[in-house]
Protein backbone atom coordinates (compact mmCIF):
# COMPACT_ATOMS: atom_id res chain seq x y z
CA UNK A 1 0.00 0.00 0.00
CA UNK A 2 1.28 3.51 -1.02
CA UNK A 3 1.37 6.28 1.09
CA UNK A 4 -0.92 7.69 -0.96
CA UNK A 5 -3.67 4.76 -0.43
CA UNK A 6 -3.23 4.73 2.92
CA UNK A 7 -6.68 5.34 5.24
CA UNK A 8 -6.90 8.98 7.48
CA UNK A 9 -8.51 9.42 10.37
CA UNK A 10 -12.50 9.70 10.53
CA UNK A 11 -14.03 12.24 8.78
CA UNK A 12 -17.67 12.13 8.64
CA UNK A 13 -19.73 13.82 6.06
CA UNK A 14 -20.94 16.86 6.03
CA UNK A 15 -24.02 15.88 4.97
CA UNK A 16 -26.62 17.56 2.18
CA UNK A 17 -25.23 20.89 1.84
CA UNK A 18 -28.11 23.61 2.78
CA UNK A 19 -28.76 27.00 0.47
CA UNK A 20 -28.23 29.75 2.62
CA UNK A 21 -32.18 30.76 3.31
CA UNK A 22 -33.02 27.06 3.50
CA UNK A 23 -35.18 25.69 5.92
CA UNK A 24 -33.67 23.00 8.19
CA UNK A 25 -35.99 20.01 8.51
CA UNK A 26 -38.96 21.86 7.37
CA UNK A 27 -42.66 21.05 8.16
CA UNK A 28 -41.32 19.91 11.81
CA UNK A 29 -41.66 22.13 14.76
CA UNK A 30 -43.52 25.01 12.16
CA UNK A 31 -45.67 26.63 14.95
CA UNK A 32 -42.85 26.72 17.35
CA UNK A 33 -40.47 28.49 15.09
CA UNK A 34 -43.03 30.75 13.36
CA UNK A 35 -44.51 32.01 17.34
CA UNK A 36 -40.54 32.72 18.53
CA UNK A 37 -40.01 34.89 14.96
CA UNK A 38 -43.42 36.80 15.85
CA UNK A 39 -42.01 37.16 19.17
CA UNK A 40 -38.28 38.02 18.33
CA UNK A 41 -40.03 40.13 15.67
CA UNK A 42 -42.06 42.04 17.92
CA UNK A 43 -39.08 42.84 19.86
CA UNK A 44 -37.15 44.32 16.98
CA UNK A 45 -40.31 46.40 15.74
CA UNK A 46 -40.49 47.67 19.62
CA UNK A 47 -36.63 48.20 19.27
CA UNK A 48 -37.27 49.88 15.61
CA UNK A 49 -40.22 52.32 17.11
CA UNK A 50 -38.27 53.42 20.22
CA UNK A 51 -35.37 54.52 18.09
CA UNK A 52 -37.63 56.20 15.70
CA UNK A 53 -38.72 58.28 18.63
CA UNK A 54 -34.82 58.99 19.57
CA UNK A 55 -34.16 60.61 15.79
CA UNK A 56 -36.14 63.82 16.35
CA UNK A 57 -33.09 65.55 17.14
CA UNK A 58 -32.08 65.19 13.47
CA UNK A 59 -33.16 68.26 11.52
CA UNK A 60 -32.25 67.46 7.78
CA UNK A 61 -34.19 64.69 5.98
CA UNK A 62 -35.32 63.39 9.10
CA UNK A 63 -37.83 60.92 8.16
CA UNK A 64 -35.36 59.38 5.60
CA UNK A 65 -33.25 58.78 7.81
CA UNK A 66 -35.69 57.35 10.40
CA UNK A 67 -37.01 55.39 7.67
CA UNK A 68 -33.77 54.13 6.76
CA UNK A 69 -32.66 53.24 9.91
CA UNK A 70 -35.77 51.43 10.25
CA UNK A 71 -35.34 49.05 6.97
CA UNK A 72 -31.63 48.14 7.99
CA UNK A 73 -32.60 47.49 11.79
CA UNK A 74 -35.05 45.24 10.42
CA UNK A 75 -33.56 43.41 7.31
CA UNK A 76 -30.49 42.51 9.77
CA UNK A 77 -32.22 41.52 12.72
CA UNK A 78 -35.01 39.46 10.29
CA UNK A 79 -32.17 37.90 8.66
CA UNK A 80 -30.32 37.24 11.69
CA UNK A 81 -33.42 35.85 13.32
CA UNK A 82 -34.36 33.22 10.18
CA UNK A 83 -30.79 32.37 10.94
CA UNK A 84 -31.00 31.69 14.39
CA UNK A 85 -34.02 29.90 14.09
CA UNK A 86 -32.70 27.42 11.37
CA UNK A 87 -29.34 26.72 12.80
CA UNK A 88 -29.66 22.49 13.64
CA UNK A 89 -29.47 23.04 17.90
CA UNK A 90 -32.23 25.68 17.91
CA UNK A 91 -34.59 24.28 15.06
CA UNK A 92 -34.12 20.37 17.11
CA UNK A 93 -34.86 22.00 20.50
CA UNK A 94 -38.06 23.69 18.66
CA UNK A 95 -39.00 20.43 17.00
CA UNK A 96 -38.51 18.39 20.05
CA UNK A 97 -40.51 21.48 22.51
CA UNK A 98 -43.18 21.29 19.61
CA UNK A 99 -43.24 17.22 19.92
CA UNK A 100 -43.59 17.31 23.61
CA UNK A 101 -46.15 20.25 23.52
CA UNK A 102 -48.19 17.47 21.57
CA UNK A 103 -48.10 14.61 24.45
CA UNK A 104 -49.48 17.60 27.17
CA UNK A 105 -52.90 16.79 28.25
CA UNK A 106 -54.81 20.42 27.99
CA UNK A 107 -57.89 20.99 30.45
CA UNK A 108 -60.96 21.27 28.65
CA UNK A 109 -62.88 24.74 28.62
CA UNK A 110 -64.97 23.73 31.51
CA UNK A 111 -62.61 23.20 33.47
CA UNK A 112 -60.71 26.35 32.78
CA UNK A 113 -64.13 28.58 33.49
CA UNK A 114 -64.66 26.92 37.03
CA UNK A 115 -61.19 27.29 37.80
CA UNK A 116 -60.93 30.84 36.80
CA UNK A 117 -64.26 31.17 39.01
CA UNK A 118 -63.02 29.62 41.95
CA UNK A 119 -59.39 32.09 41.55
CA UNK A 120 -62.01 35.22 40.82
CA UNK A 121 -63.88 34.44 43.93
CA UNK A 122 -61.56 33.01 46.31
CA UNK A 123 -59.77 36.47 45.68
CA UNK A 124 -62.51 38.87 46.21
CA UNK A 125 -63.16 36.71 49.62
CA UNK A 126 -59.80 37.07 50.97
CA UNK A 127 -59.98 40.96 49.60
CA UNK A 128 -63.09 41.12 51.55
CA UNK A 129 -61.75 39.29 54.69
CA UNK A 130 -58.63 41.93 54.95
CA UNK A 131 -61.45 44.65 54.60
CA UNK A 132 -62.74 43.49 57.14
CA UNK A 133 -59.74 42.96 59.77
CA UNK A 134 -58.33 46.25 58.32
CA UNK A 135 -61.68 47.73 59.48
CA UNK A 136 -61.49 46.43 62.52
CA UNK A 137 -57.72 47.02 63.59
CA UNK A 138 -58.88 50.77 63.11
CA UNK A 139 -61.60 50.70 65.27
CA UNK A 140 -59.44 48.84 67.63
CA UNK A 141 -56.92 51.78 67.54
CA UNK A 142 -59.15 54.80 67.35
CA UNK A 143 -60.82 53.41 70.63
CA UNK A 144 -57.35 52.85 72.66
CA UNK A 145 -55.96 56.20 71.60
CA UNK A 146 -53.44 54.96 69.17
CA UNK A 147 -55.18 56.69 66.20
CA UNK A 148 -56.65 59.87 66.02
CA UNK A 149 -60.28 60.21 64.02
CA UNK A 150 -61.58 62.80 62.81
CA UNK A 151 -65.85 63.38 61.96
CA UNK A 152 -65.21 61.33 58.35
CA UNK A 153 -62.49 58.54 59.84
CA UNK A 154 -64.68 56.60 62.34
CA UNK A 155 -66.27 53.88 61.49
CA UNK A 156 -69.69 53.29 60.50
Same mark, same amino acid.
Not at 34 to 43: D, N
Not at 65 to 72: D, L, N, S
Given at each position: ? +??????????? +?? =??????? %??? *???? =???????????? =?????? #?? #???? #????????? !???? !?? /???? @???????????? $??? *??????????????? *? *? @???? +?????????????? /???????????????? %?? $????? #? @????? %??????
Amino acid at each position: M +SASEQPGPYRP +SP =GPRRSLF %GLY *KPGQ =GYWTRVLSAIGA =GTLVLA #GV #GWAW #GQMTRIRDN !QVYW !QA /GMAA @VVIAVFGTLIFW $LLN *KPRIADFMIATEVEM *K *K @VNWP +SRREIVVATAVVIL /GTILIALILFAIDIGF %GA $LFIRI #G @VLEAS %GDDLPM
